[in-house]
């Protein structure tokens, strides 16, 4: 019967999938030493959401920074931004600009504080937020009363929003920036590194990150005080007290000595896991480079060095007589290689549709036809062969 043969069939790429190893988009890549900082800590007894990791991590990283940054390790990327919009002043009622095209921790924390998100389209260069309708959304919110409060601009992927441009318009407005730097650590701008351009940072060490803490993240900020606040806030707002007494509702975000450990031992490695992010962009480019219809996005200029935490292409199946990126995702699926679609844009997201938007649609088209690649600093030449042989496949 039809349907029998066609159960079967299931059932034998199901086989087939599963005796191939699954390639990743982005695993966790250990660099070794990880453990000797996860052992002292055992050691001396520092199992707590403080202790010498912590410290020593943030040291790393300002000193990685540079820029004078200031930076609180936390225990997400997510918390790092919630602590940001309250250091920015925040409130319920406020409105806040926010790149559209994002993953959904770049919004969340707005409505976490009863703030209501305004959304803007990307530009083709970067693929984040556009200088042109972000001013656009200020001089409207502006005339309908209500001045935004902080704009939250996102270096997609690794790549470097248009950091002048958007910063001359916050400056005309006078209105802060929080840097979602999240998929940038490793990237940077005319040089200067990114996670430093706005007037509140921050960073991820999510476990598909460019180096890892397991889970974590961090604020940066330009000030001692600020730093000292943002610690105060992820501390439960204790105040100066021989008991416990809070005058602030405080929040449980403080990064543990454990994960800071590995984090540690990670930024030993960051530097290597970048280059080794910008060579499968390459391997990418070279793969892609003979197939029409197919677009591997890149820096648009040199003043503009990206981690390349993730390579990502768009498709035009015009161009490629009906190939599309989900004939793509699944022909990768079918051989247990992970791909992902772009992400799909915030104000066309069922929980924040009917918030406002601004823009000509150009993350909504790049949602459409755009791919995530495995891109991860581990992968192998066999994991390279079989990503070829799929494409090859595909496009032969």
């Not at 086989?15 to 055992?42: C, D, R, T």
């Amino acid at each position: 019967m039809p349907w029998l043969l066609e159960t079967q069939v299931k059932q034998l790429n199901l086989i087939v999938k599963m005796n191939k190893l699954k390639i990743w988009l982005s695993s966790p890549h250990m660099g070794g030493n990880e453990q000797n900082y996860i052992n002292q800590a055992f050691q001396e007894n520092w199992v707590a959401p403080l202790g010498p990791n912590v410290n020593g991590l943030e040291q790393d990283l300002e000193q990685y920074l540079g820029n004078q940054s200031h930076l609180s390790a936390l225990s997400s990327g997510t918390a790092a931004i919630h602590l940001g919009l309250i250091l920015l002043n925040v409130n319920p009622g406020d409105e806040v600009l926010c790149q559209s095209f994002t993953f959904s921790a770049s919004a969340n924390p707005i409505r976490y504080l009863g703030a209501t998100p305004v959304f803007i389209d990307s530009e083709e260069q970067t693929w984040n937020i556009c200088p042109v309708s972000l001013e656009q959304a200020i001089q409207d919110r502006i005339q309908k009363g209500k001045k935004p409060k902080a704009i939250i601009a996102v270096h997609l992927y690794g790549m470097p929003y248009q950091v002048d441009k958007v910063r001359n318009i916050a400056d005309k407005y006078d209105i802060p920036i929080l840097e979602d730097s999240a998929e940038a650590l490793g990237s940077s701008f005319k040089g200067q590194k990114c996670g430093t351009f706005g007037d509140i940072g921050v960073l991820s060490f999510n476990g598909n990150k460019i180096i890892t803490t397991s889970g974590g993240g961090a604020i940066v900020t330009n000030s001692k005080s600020q730093k000292e606040k943002a610690i105060f806030y992820a501390t439960q707002a204790r105040d100066l007290a021989p008991h416990y007494q809070h005058s602030e509702i405080g929040y449980n975000y403080r990064m543990s000595n454990i994960c800071a450990g590995i984090g540690r031992g990670q930024m030993e490695v960051l530097d290597k896991h970048v280059l080794l992010r910008r060579k499968m962009h390459d391997f990418y480019e070279m793969v892609f480079k003979e197939i029409p219809g197919v677009t591997v996005f890149k820096a648009p200029t040199a003043d503009y060095y990206s981690n390349y935490w993730l390579t990502s292409i768009v498709i035009d199946p015009i161009i490629t007589n009906g190939i599309t990126r989900e004939t793509l995702r699944l022909a990768f699926e079918a051989e247990n290689i992970e791909s992902r679609p772009l992400w799909k844009p915030m104000h066309l997201q069922p929980v924040f549709e009917k918030h406002p938007y601004y823009g000509n649609k150009i993350a909504e088209t790049l949602f459409e036809n755009g791919l995530c690649l495995p891109s991860g600093s581990n992968l192998t030449d066999d994991d390279r062969d079989r990503i070829v042989s799929v494409v090859k496949t595909i496009f032969n």
